[in-house]
């Protein structure tokens, strides 16, 4: 019996395709590349058509012996590594590991299936070809490029700004962007101004909050308060009449199934999932999980792709799913079908489960919590993709109004109410800031009528300034890198790790940071390779490798094009580029050890101010400003007026391996340092009141979270007095409410009665009935909109401004 080696990425996946294959056939996993570039020189022959030399990976021989063994065994030999470039390289490296010495045994083939399900792999096995050198090429273009980058700029960092340093292709424009971004940031000027709401009521409720567009038919721009102020002075109090009311119904269309980039992008937003994570829990899901007694399965199809097409055994399959589930009236007459982008590969399908039928509750016990996240998202938006629209009634309302200024104002409120739900019913998608359509919804109107004459209630001017452009998430940077066509949804995820891992960005509440040595090696880079690290240039570079890969641009041409361009730029860069390390830039500050002046360097923790008398002295203090920036700031400014608590001395600020701290310029005599942010430790202040346990003066203490009385006799006595808000608990009408803090610091309110009585309120309760329900005290809670008080009571939550004291 003739038997067959099936050669696949990972044992997961292995595992997987044996038990659809019977016993004919072995398969084994290669764990990856076997071959690649070696790390310890270019490996890339340029004067002999870029040819690259691959080298086994180290730690692989004794792998690829085994599979060699294997494969002498066999009859034929079939290589089934992921559907795309770096799977097809895989695939041509095993092949030449392989191929038959004599008798033309064995057999070489290459077969592909976007999905791992038992059909798939059984049609593949029917219809296998041989390796694609067309994807070969292209993945090695792409590999040959990325080593000439890394290995020919790296360097050059190194010797000018810090040892282990790198520049990559596309690594350097994702970090582009994000200084780009951060410069937009620091040097955007807010705007001030101001919107004016007024609140009026119909026949019905609820009351209509109209905002201020026009005054005499012009757009209305207010840009202070004082033009505010008139405003509302002409509007106080007028006559407010419906002049039009708008129904339309607004259709919302279902979004298509996932592809690579937008998987990554709603992972991040909705499940706070980095790119990485994404991407490797999908390959899990893909690769195979196991079932109980249904063994390994693949849940989901492959998952990098940038086609949203799907087949029709899916799609007839999600159409009879939707129609049980959700009823006839959630079923378009019609499947949906989405338009892929223009450069997408459609060889592959949308990313969906291989199975609409294997609900996210009916594997939810085979999962990990996050593979279960990630599979329930992709199940709901394809289910979704395949649904009716959902339909909305939007409505809008004109009111005029004649102002005492005797000119004619307009006001308009729109809202939104839900109609029909359609493809909402299963999934909504995120989205990374809020826009109209979540403001109309917001919004519910009463009926009113054309000609109806609307009560005044009140008037509200608002103050607004304009707000810079946000900091990339990886969800924004990723949907701008794919806009913009750099790189490639299935690199992201390493491309956003690389920058993390070299400390060029660092991220701060989820959001891209760029580090001070992320702007010097951007700066230094853009200054010396602007054309390589083009947006748009590397977005045409990309293209170029879709074509290597359709077989109408031969690799090598494309390489000797982009390093004509390239090495001029590296000739120029070996003789220009700046020298961080050993630059000095001058200051107006003067050393106050020894008089002489101080100029800004480059070391190891990044940039600070030395002595220029060095070695004689060393005098040095930190920079507290990013060096790109140092120009557009007064350093005079910066001088510390701290002093050393032990021996007078000023303190200056310096930046060692944990980071920012204060040192006393008396070193090495005096080794005082102290933490920035940490304050020095207040001494007790004597209170006359006494302590009612032991009878000892108070004291009134600084600890982690503020001041606190306490008893002086401390350990001795731990009596702590608790500051009580003047509340009397509303709960036993016997003890006072008193504020507390958590273990995490959070302040709180609780009866001093505990743990007799449990009362507990995470805002503050006021002495204060509610005029609704009656309610002996009320919460102040702070607002976008400012403080209010609002009533504990969950059915009546009434709210009403707080008014300052005083």
Known sequence: MSKSLVIVESPAKAKTIGKYLGKGFTVKASLGHIKDLPKRDLAVDIENGFEPTYEIIEGKQKLV????????????????????????????????????????????????????????????????????????????????????????????????????????????????????????????????????????????????????LRRNGEALEIPDQSTADRLVEALRGAEYKVESVETKEKKRNPVPPFITSTLQQEAARKLRFSVKRTMMLAQRLYEGVELGPEGSVGLITYMRTDSTRVSSEAIQEVRGLIAERYGEQYLPAAPNFYRGKKDAQDAHEAIRPTSVLRTPESVQKYLSEDEFKLYRLIWMRFVASQMMPALFDQTTVDIEAKGKDGALYLLRETGSVLKFDGFLAVYEEGKDQKDEEDEELKHKLPPVKPGEVLKFRSIKPEQHFTEPPPRYTEATLVKELEADGVGRPSTYASILSTIQEREYVRKEGGRFVPTELGMVVTDLLLENFDDIFDVTYTARMEDALDEIE??????????????????????????????????????DLVCDKCGKPMVIKWGRHGSFIACT????????RELNVDLPDVDKVDLTEQEDEEYCPNCGRPMVLKKGRFGQFYACTGYPDCKTTRRVGSQEKKPDVPLEEKCPQCG?????????????????????????????????????????????????????????????????????PVAETCPKCGSPYMLEKHLKSGPVLQCPNQECKHKQALQPVG
């Open 696 to 764: 000892h003066h108070l004291v009134l203490k600084q600890g982690r979270y503020g001041e606190f009385t306490a008893c002086s006799n401390y350990p001795a006595c731990k009596y702590i007095k608790q500051k009580t808000i003047g509340v009397i608990c509303p709960k036993c009408n016997r003890g006072e409410l008193v504020e507390r803090r958590s273990r995490r610091g959070k302040t709180f309110y609780g009866c001093n009665r505990y743990p007799e009585c449990d009362f507990v309120a995470w805002s503050k």
């Open 65 to 212: 012996q085994e599979l060699r063994k294997a494969s002498k065994e066999a009859d034929a030999v079939y290589l089934a590594a992921d559907p795309d470039r770096e799977g097809e390289a895989i695939c041509a490296h095993l092949a030449e590991e392989l191929k038959a010495k004599k008798n033309g045994k064995p057999a070489i083939y290459r077969v592909m299936f976007n999905e791992i399900t038992k059909n798939a792999v059984q049609k593949a096995f029917q219809n296998p070809r041989q390796v694609d050198q067309n994807l070969v090429n292209a993945q090695q273009a792409r590999r040959v490029l990325d080593r000439l980058v890394g290995y020919k700029i790296s360097p050059l960092l190194w010797d000018k700004v810090r040892r282990g340093l790198s520049a990559g292709r596309v690594q350097t424009v994702a970090l582009r962007l994000i200084v780009e971004r951060e410069r937009e940031i620091r040097n955007f000027v807010k705007q001030e101004y101001w919107t004016i709401d007024a609140h009026l009521s119909a026949k019905k409720p609820p009351v209509i909050v109209a905002r201020l």
């Open 550 to 587: 359709e077989g109408k641009l031969d690799w090598r041409q494309a390489m000797a094009e982009f390093y004509e361009k390239f090495s001029a730029d590296l000739s120029r860069a070996e003789k220009h580029m700046t020298d961080i390390k050993r630059m000095e830039k001058p200051t």
């Open 613 to 620: 008398g060095y070695p004689e002295c060393t005098n040095t």
